[in-house]
């Protein structure tokens, strides 16, 4: 059985509706995929970290590609 009367110390209190982790991360982004590709990942067991790697691995590998750029004309 619950506590019908249960006791919230004041540090609870204080620390009620704050984000835990809003320093860590942006406001959301919503993108849509077409059907066949939404279908696979919807079937993932975690698809918004399957996207969230997707999305770093593409900007890390864009961003080689363009510093290797820029280095090659200040040659």
Known sequence: MSNPSPTQSPSFLAE???PRYAA?????????FPVPV???LHG????????RQAVLEKLEKDSAVQMEAIAKNAR
């Open 16 to 18: 009620q509706g704050k």
């Open 24 to 32: 860590l991360l942006a406001s959301p982004i919503g993108v849509r």
């Open 38 to 40: 939404a279908l696979l």
């Open 44 to 51: 993932l067991p975690n698809k918004a970290e399957f996207i």
